[in-house]
T-cell receptor, first 114, second 116 residues
Framework: AQKITQTQPGMFVQEKEAVTLDCTYD???????LFWYKQPSSGEMIFLIY??????QNATEGRYSLNFQKARKSANLVISASQLGDSAMYFC???????????FGKGTRLHILP | GAVVSQHPSRVICKSGTSVKIECRSL??????MFWYRQFPKQSLMLMAT?????????EQGVEKDKFLINHASLTLSTLTVTSAHPEDSSFYIC????????????FGSGTRLTVV
C-alpha cells in the first residue's frame, strides 16, 4: 500500500527566509511520482512541482525545489526566499498503483510572518 | 494549459435530497477522473476513481450507493450525493488525468456542499 507522511502540522517562518517542508513516502511500486500542491483558503489545488521516481536530478520550479532522497524515501519541498503569499496549506502527494491515482499526506500549514 | 471546470462551486441542499456535481475537462480528454472529499483542516481523501465507459472504483469505506459516479464521456464525470445528510457536508474536488502529460493531473476548483 502507498502512504504519504507529513509530520509538520504547522510552521511559522519569517518572510524572505527559506523553508523546508518534510515529506516521506512508502510504496512497493518501482515507478511512482511525487507532487507538491499548495492550497490557499479558496480551496483550489495549485500544482507546484513534480518528481518522477526515475528522475536523476532533483526537480526545480522557480523558488520551489524538491529534495528527493530515494533511499530514504523522502521528498522534501524547499521554498527559497519566502513571501507573504506563500502562506497556505501544502500537501505532498504520490501517484501510483493500478489507476495511477494520487494520494495525499495530511498537509502542513505554512504561515509566513512579515 | 489544461483546465478542469467543476460546478457548482457552492451548493446548499435539504436533508434527503440529491445533489449532482459536474467535473468537466475543457481542453483535453480525461480517460480517468478522481473524486476527493476534504473535511475542514484535513487532507484530501480519495473517494473513487472513474474510467470513461466503465464503473467507478470506490475506495474502502465509501458507499457506492450514496456517492454515484458517472463518467459517460471523455470530458465529463459527475458525482451525485444521494439522500444527502448533514454529515455529507464537505468540500468535494475532482481531478482529471491527462495521459499526454507526464504529471497531467488537473484539479477542479471544488464544490462546497452544505446539507441543512
Amino acid at each position: 500500500a502507498q502512504k504519504i507522511t507529513q509530520t509538520q502540522p504547522g510552521m511559522f517562518v519569517q518572510e524572505k527566509e527559506a523553508v523546508t517542508l518534510d515529506c516521506t513516502y512508502d510504496t512497493s511500486d518501482p515507478s511512482y511520482g511525487l507532487f507538491w500542491y499548495k492550497q490557499p483558503s479558496s480551496g483550489e489545488m495549485i500544482f507546484l512541482i513534480y518528481q518522477g521516481s526515475y528522475d536523476q536530478q532533483n526537480a526545480t520550479e522557480g523558488r520551489y525545489s524538491l529534495n528527493f532522497q530515494k533511499a530514504r524515501k523522502s521528498a522534501n519541498l524547499v521554498i527559497s526566499a519566502s513571501q507573504l503569499g506563500d502562506s497556505a496549506m501544502y500537501f505532498c502527494a504520490m501517484r501510483g498503483g493500478r489507476d495511477d491515482k494520487i494520494i495525499f499526506g495530511k498537509g502542513t500549514r505554512l504561515h509566513i510572518l512579515p | 494549459g489544461a483546465v478542469v471546470s467543476q460546478h457548482p462551486s457552492r451548493v446548499i441542499c435539504k436533508s434527503g435530497t440529491s445533489v449532482k456535481i459536474e467535473c468537466r475537462s475543457l481542453d483535453f480528454q480525461a480517460t480517468t477522473m478522481f473524486w476527493y472529499r476534504q473535511f475542514p483542516k484535513q487532507s484530501l481523501m480519495l473517494m473513487a476513481t472513474s474510467n470513461e465507459g466503465s464503473k467507478a472504483t470506490y475506495e474502502q469505506g465509501v458507499e457506492k450507493d450514496k456517492f454515484l459516479i458517472n463518467h459517460a464521456s471523455l470530458t465529463l464525470s459527475t458525482l451525485t450525493v444521494t439522500s444527502a445528510h448533514p454529515e455529507d457536508s464537505s468540500f468535494y474536488i475532482c481531478s482529471a488525468r491527462d495521459r499526454d502529460r507526464t504529471y497531467g493531473y488537473t484539479f477542479g476548483s471544488g464544490t462546497r456542499l452544505t446539507v441543512v
